[in-house]
């Protein structure tokens, strides 16, 4: 009995040994770091961190959407080599067997990005990982609110506007702040995202509801518009105005010029005034003119 329970145990620590060495002998891909996005015409890198543990590495290979782009072969001479493929240009003097860099990313570069590991023979164990990279256009203004905007909002008035959001790709994600508090759902209106002729798309979100005098804080009203790209891009335009106190009349309150108004209310009568005034410098220099002219002629 004592004899079979020996053999039992060496068998039993024989496959436990076993077992071990098949576990450290595996290949690891350990991180795979492919931006989630990149800026359009800016150079990215990519790097793959692996572990074959004992073995030997016989390649690290790069695609992009299943096409090979890029190959290490430590053993090779040169060990790296770059295959020309028309949405990828790789950086060569920037790459080694762990990263890859890529020169002015442009919309073909989004897509698939896999990183694949083999070691050497007699092993001929490989493993891979993939990750994903969308190249963004980030625009290049600001967004912008467009509606009209008698002079100043008041307690009642009906807000009926629409933010813009500059050509991007993807299309820039908009919200609507009343006073810094995110506008209620029943406020928005979303509109279908406009495709240019050049492929960029244009988002826009309106803001509809009606004014109360719990709107106003402290006397004032904040409506402003953001519009973000992932991380990459922020771009934000704000309507601020401030509204009658007891002693400032309304007629004050229009004519008052105000930073970030969206549509400055002139006086009727200034515009006429100014062409009045202008015609009648005019004829006072035109008659002194033709006097001095005379007296010349004498």
């Given at each position: ?139 290049e203004e600001q967004p912008s609110i467009e509606g009209d905007v008698d002079g100043h909002y008041r307690?009642?008035?009906m807000v009926n506007l629409n933010c813009t959001a500059a050509p991007s790709i993807p299309a820039a ?126």
């Amino acid at each position: 009995m004592r004899g079979d329970a020996g053999v039992s145990m060496v068998m039993f620590m024989a496959a436990v040994i076993l077992m071990w060495q098949g576990v450290a002998s595996e290949i690891h891909i350990t991180s795979l770091e492919v931006p989630k996005h990149a800026a359009f015409n800016s150079n990215q890198t990519l790097a793959c961190h692996y572990d074959v543990g004992s073995h030997v590495l016989y390649s690290l290979l790069w695609f992009h959407n299943d096409q090979e782009f890029y190959r290490y072969m430590p053993a090779e001479k040169p060990p790296i080599v770059v295959f020309n493929i028309s949405s990828i240009n790789v950086i060569k003097e920037g790459s080694t067997g762990e990263k890859v860099m890529l020169r002015n990313v442009d919309l073909s570069a989004s897509g698939s990005y896999k990183c694949k590991v083999t070691t050497e023979w007699p092993d001929f164990m490989e493993k891979e990982m993939t990750e994903t990279m969308t190249v963004v256009v980030i625009p290049e203004e600001q967004p912008s609110i467009e509606g009209d905007v008698d002079g100043h909002y008041r307690d009642g008035d009906m807000v009926n506007l629409n933010c813009t959001a500059a050509p991007s790709i993807p299309a820039a994600i908009l919200v609507w702040y009343i006073n810094d508090k995110e506008a209620p759902e029943e406020y928005v209106q979303e509109y279908e995202v406009q495709q240019l002729s050049d492929g960029l798309l244009v988002s826009s979100l309106g803001l509809n509801f009606k004014l109360s005098r719990s709107d106003f804080i402290k006397h004032e009203l904040k409506l402003k518009c953001t519009a973000n790209i992932a991380t990459l891009y922020s771009g934000s335009y704000e309507h601020s105005q401030q509204v009658p106190t007891t002693s400032t009349s309304a007629k004050e309150v229009l004519n008052r010029p105000e930073e970030g108004s969206l549509v400055t209310a002139a006086d009727p009568g200034s515009g006429s005034t100014l062409v009045v005034d202008g015609l009648i410098h005019r004829l006072l220099v035109l008659h002194v003119v033709l006097l001095i002219y005379a007296y010349l002629l004498r």
